[in-house]
């Protein structure tokens, strides 16, 4: 059965950094498209980068230079390293994978200030 579960959400204190992972179980990982998305209640879910098989990261442009994401493939896993946080980073965090869009239950980010 597929799975993906993440994990490393905490509650930090502007500034702070923290790093995500995502572990996906049940799937040919080294070819499968990755993502992360966030979503604040009463929002939609947001993209917020990806990474594929033998290209480059993409980032959505109000966080490049912030955060960054990376895929470890003996271990299934994709990481996002969030740096510099702000409160408006809060949100819960989802990877994705393609294809078959399938999502993770998320991990809970809270920046305080």
């Known amino acids: 059965q597929l799975q993906l579960v993440e994990s490393g959400g905490a509650l930090v204190q502007v500034g702070g950094s923290l790093r995500l992972s995502c572990v996906v179980s049940?799937?040919?990982?080294?070819?499968?498209?990755m993502g992360w998305y966030r979503q604040v209640p009463g929002n939609q879910r947001e993209w917020v980068a990806s990474?594929?098989?033998?290209?480059?990261?993409n980032y959505a442009d109000s966080l490049k230079g912030r955060f960054t994401i990376s895929r470890d493939n003996a271990k299934n896993t994709v990481y996002l390293q969030m740096n510099n946080l702000k409160p408006e980073d809060t949100g819960r965090y989802f990877c994705?994978?393609?294809?078959?869009?399938?999502w993770g239950q998320g991990t809970q980010v809270t920046v305080s200030s």
């Open positions: 994705k994978k393609v294809p078959g869009d399938y």
């Open positions: 990474i594929s098989v033998g290209e480059m990261p």
């Open positions: 049940g799937s040919i990982f080294r070819f499968d498209f």
